[in-house]
């Protein structure tokens, strides 16, 4: 069967099941456009293409399929260069096509020229530029395979117009061994005997922690880690990446470490002398001050990722493997162990005294005053409390995000979606798009900062346009309220250029332009109601403007570059012994 290059590569994205694909149409992607009338594949059509790639993002987080856009040429090209920078931190599998100019003008500054493939090559996980149509079947199925294998992250295909429109014998590929990928053999299980001295590490330790990151997710390691929990009953620590993955209402759950976790998770990972890192990677918005980090802890560390084991914290143990095998075969090995065992096992009653200690002296804490300007954290809770429970939470960057992890009860997989590595603003509302896309049954509430909201809001238009109902919560303190808060605590309280007003612009009449329900809550006793009010509207997007404290800041805090032992609590709870 004789197809264009562009009828090829549409046929093989359904090949692959794509069910969506966000993108922005131009010059150079024009061809690949007229054979997407007549495919199953529905097509987003985006306002802005940093839009496409994180709606793709969002996508692929909520529904574990990985998620595709499709750009044109050059500034085409260009705009989702954010989105594939995110998802390579964040190990998110996207494929991303974009357009070329024809391959006989590659390299001569031609219009819309970019050389894509070398400016991702560092934010990939591999690149393709396609210059022969025969090689576009085996280049996409390749591809989703390289995105969702081995640790999960994005790809890039570039089509040049030529290509797309020339003609080929359509094929598609019968197994791995036809895609040409010398080289790439990711691992699943791991050494047996790397497993035993492991589990010895977990028999013998008086104060663990099983330091659960991101890879769990992208593993569907979740009840495999409940499993190990419950087992050992060693207390899990969840990460900003890895929220959901163990129910935070479970009693073994200490919740989110980090600058911003809460005091009883960063303490324990600093007493513990064992860390059970499980597809985490030492991130240094987690350990502080490396050299201070855990000091009496040996640790085992398993990632799917070799590249990982050591790159910041050397491992007692470190096991290359996929989380979910590997925890299972740890499982089985802690079994099998258990009539060999001499003598009773350790007692872990003194270490949960004094986590448990913690927990009362340290809770999560604000002030409650119900006189005041809205706490945000009060919106966060209020949000939480009217919802479905397995409600999609999608953040930008910032306090707000510190705050919807702290406050929301992430009890189900794969209902957090944030940036993490990157800390891309303007990550939310485009990226609430494309989770609301993956889950329609779901409820979809993005929580965005106004200076977060301000950059990316023009994808509600888009939202609007294709019937996508999300939900957008705007704590809107008039400032870029991370930056005021490091300079209020470290600069002396000189706010250089953060004030951003909170009437300009007016965030209701914005919403109402771009078609959704606009929303607004100025005092306490208004939020309440306005959330019921939001959450009755499922025929289009709301969006509503809460009129938050702006001098409210995140705690507890860690400053940077010191030691997690630093740890700021709320000035409320200074006097609490420690």
């Not at 919807?404 to 609430?432: C, E, I, K, L, R």
Request: with cysteine.
């Amino acid at each position: 069967m004789q197809l264009t290059g562009a009828q090829a590569l549409i046929k093989s994205l359904e090949q692959e099941r794509v069910e969506v694909v966000f993108g922005l149409p131009g010059g150079a992607i024009l061809p690949v456009y007229d054979p997407i009338i007549d495919s199953s594949i529905r097509h987003v059509l985006v306002r802005h293409e940093q839009g496409a790639g994180h709606m793709a993002e969002g996508y692929a987080i909520v529904t574990g399929r990985p998620g595709v856009a499709m750009v044109t040429s050059g500034p085409g090209a260009t705009n989702i260069v954010t989105p594939l920078s995110n998802a390579f931190m964040d190990s998110t599998p996207l494929v991303v096509v974009s357009g070329q100019v024809a391959t006989r003008s590659i390299g001569t500054d031609a219009f819309q020229e970019c050389d894509i493939t070398g400016v991702t090559i560092g934010i990939t996980k591999h690149n393709w530029l396609v210059k022969d149509p025969a090689d576009i079947p085996r280049t996409v199925a390749a591809a989703f395979h390289v995105a969702t294998t081995g640790r999960p992250g994005p790809v890039l295909i570039d089509l040049p117009k030529d290509v797309a429109n020339a003609t080929m014998e359509w094929y598609w590929p019968e197994s791995v061994e036809d895609l040409d990928l010398p080289g790439y053999n990711p691992v699943m299980g791991a050494d047996p005997s790397l497993i035993e001295k492991a589990v010895e590490l977990i028999d013998s330790a008086k104060r663990p922690v099983i330091y659960a990151g991101g890879g769990i997710l992208k593993a569907r390691a979740c009840e495999a880690l409940l499993a190990l929990a419950e087992r050992t009953q060693i207390p899990v620590v969840t990460t900003l990446m890895a929220r959901g993955a163990f129910p935070d209402s479970h009693p073994l759950c200490l919740g989110m470490p980090g600058m911003h976790g809460n005091y009883t998770a960063v303490t324990a990972m600093q007493r513990s002398d064992l860390l059970i890192a499980l597809g985490s990677r030492f991130d240094d918005r987690v350990t502080g001050k490396i050299d201070a980090f855990a000091p009496e802890a040996r640790v085992v560390h398993v990632d799917i990722d070799a590249a990982e084991l050591g790159k910041v914290r050397k491992p007692d143990v470190g096991v290359v493997g996929d989380c979910r095998v590997v925890i299972e075969e740890m499982l089985s090995c802690i079994d099998a162990n258990a009539p060999k065992r001499s003598g009773a096992p350790v007692d872990l009653g003194p270490w949960w005294d004094e986590l448990h200690g913690y927990q009362k002296r340290f809770p999560l804490y604000y002030d409650r005053d119900t006189t005041g300007p809205i706490k945000p954290e009060m919106v966060v809770e209020s949000l939480r409390d009217l919802s479905p429970r397995d409600t999609v939470v999608v953040s930008g960057v910032g306090q707000h995000q510190m705050w919807a992890s702290q406050y929301w009860t992430f009890d189900h997989p794969y209902t957090w979606v944030n940036s993490g590595g990157a800390g891309t603003m303007g990550f939310a509302v485009p990226a609430a798009v494309g989770a609301k896309v993956g889950r329609p049954d779901r409820t979809v509430w993005a929580i965005d900062g106004d200076g977060c909201f301000q950059m990316t809001a023009q994808e509600l238009v888009t939202a609007t346009a294709e019937g996508i109902p999300i939900k957008v919560a705007i704590l809107n303190n008039a400032y870029l309220g991370m930056v005021r808060q490091w300079q209020e605590m470290f600069y002396e309280e000189r706010y250089s250029e953060v004030y951003l007003s909170p009437d300009l612009p007016d965030y209701v009449k914005w919403a109402e332009a771009m078609g959704c329900v606009g929303l607004r809550a100025e005092t306490q006793d208004e939020v309440i109601p306005v959330i019921e009010k939001a959450n009755s509207i499922d025929d289009r997007p709301v969006v509503v403007d809460f009129r938050t404290d702006a001098f409210e800041k995140v705690y507890p805090m860690v400053p940077a570059g010191v030691s997690n032992d630093a740890i700021v609590v709320h000035p409320d709870q200074e006097g609490a012994t420690r």
